[in-house]
């Protein structure tokens, strides 16, 4: 559970990232790669660890050019998730952009025309749509109705579950809080559980993995101090079923 990930930038070719503008835009970024590497472990005694197996890149708001600010935030999870199995499938076909990912649901017929270049946010689901479409890869949706409670008492050892058998990022969003997360990991201990979340929401230059960690844009936080009032569903790739290891 210790294990250090060297972290190292990766340049993608992006295709198009101009979903506010109706047009294609040809742009390079670089993007880090594995940003919870080297991140201190939850102040408890450990009882049980799970964490995701390989390399992952880190999405957030405008990291394409685009200022999805506001509306993105599932967009770029799909995007951390879908790095992930390109890396470990060792595939160059790089994370679908955000036009791509809006034209997509429209084609699969979850999304009227008028989808395509609208700032309209997605969650779970449509996560579970995207992920199947641009990769063949099946999603398990769990849906958690008690808030941080029955996150505690439920999702925690799906969570458990789901990255000793998968390793896969997980995608998490709720009602009152429908701010998207990507989760990592899941440490239970002595003292409650806690989930390795890593939050879309930055936006600015690129930052080093030690600052973005410093900022809490990736962090281990505390099941308990999620809202208690909101449910939460989650998406979680099923990758053994494709042989992904």
């Avoid at 835009?25 to 964490?51: E, F, M, R, W, Y």
């Avoid at 890149?57 to 951390?80: A, N």
């Avoid at 995207?130 to 949706?141: A, E, G, Q, S």
């Avoid at 997360?181 to 690129?206: A, F, M, N, Q, R």
Wanted: glycine share 12%; proline share 5%.
């Amino acid at each position: 559970m210790d294990k250090k990930v060297e972290a190292s930038d990766e340049r993608i070719d992006w295709g198009g990232s101009g979903a506010g503008e109706g047009k294609t835009a040809h742009q390079i970024q670089t993007l880090l790669k594995n940003i919870h590497s080297g991140l201190p472990n939850p102040p408890s005694d450990p009882v049980k660890c799970s964490q995701i197996r390989g390399d992952y890149l880190y999405f957030h708001y405008g990291c394409d050019g685009c200022d999805d600010r506001g509306w993105g935030c599932g967009y770029r999870t799909i995007q951390t998730m879908a790095s992930w199995l390109c890396l470990s499938r060792n595939q160059c076909k790089p994370a679908p952009s955000l036009p791509e990912i809006q034209q997509a649901l429209v084609t699969m017929g979850d999304k009227p025309g008028s989808f395509s270049g609208s700032r309209e946010w997605i969650g779970t689901f449509e996560a579970s749509l995207v992920l199947d479409y641009f990769y063949d890869i099946p999603c398990k949706l769990v849906h958690v109705r008690g808030g941080g409670i029955e996150l505690e008492k439920v999702a925690v050892e799906e969570l458990h579950q789901h990255f000793e058998k998968h390793g896969s990022p997980v995608m998490m969003g709720g009602d009152r809080d429908n701010s998207s997360k990507g989760i990592l990991g899941v440490w239970t201990g002595d003292k409650g559980s806690y989930l390795l979340i890593v939050d879309p929401h930055y936006y600015g230059c690129e930052l080093e993995r030690m600052e973005l960690q410093k900022r809490g844009w990736v962090a281990w936080k505390r099941v308990s101090s999620l809202d208690q009032s909101s449910f939460y569903n989650l998406c979680m790739p099923q990758t053994a079923a494709k042989g992904i290891k």
